[in-house]
């Protein structure tokens, strides 16, 4: 028997320029075309600007942000992450404005010594032909 693989993003029709861009290892943020703002995830509403008409639409970032928080997952509830506990999820702030957070798994392992505030990257796991989901790595200090 072999475990169940990892389940691979659906995109709809909201979602599928975030999730071709990150086919090609490029992250991009929702941006209000109102305000300017970006929020993760896009809401009908614009979070900043309370625009109802926000027409979002997804840009290029930089992928890199400091260490928020994060939490070790030691315990899968999803089939096809048993291979892949431990793993650490890190709840990171982009850079590109204040209060832009975004959790994604670190690649660094486990064991990788954190400390809040901590510098990271964006990098991409694939997991199919033309699927890959956004991750983070530690930026060597
Ligand atoms: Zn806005």
Request: contains cysteine; negative net charge.
């Amino acid at each position: 028997m072999t475990a169940p693989s990892r389940p691979v993003p659906v995109p709809d029709e909201t979602s599928a320029p975030y999730w071709e861009a990150a086919a090609g290892h490029v992250l991009t943020v929702a941006r209000c075309s109102r305000c300017g703002s970006f929020s993760i995830p896009p809401d009908v509403v614009c979070q900043h600007c309370h625009s109802t008409d926000p027409d979002f639409a997804f840009e290029p970032v930089s992928g890199r942000g400091a260490i928020r928080s994060w939490t070790v997952v030691r315990q899968s509830f999803l089939p096809g992450f048993t291979d892949d506990v431990p793993f650490v999820l890190v709840d990171v702030e982009l850079d590109e404005q204040a209060d832009l957070r975004m959790i994604g798994r670190l690649v660094d392992g486990p064991a990788a010594a954190l400390r809040l505030g901590d510098r990271v990257v964006v990098t991409f796991e694939d997991l199919a032909p033309g699927v890959a989901v956004p991750a983070f790595g530690l930026e060597p200090s």
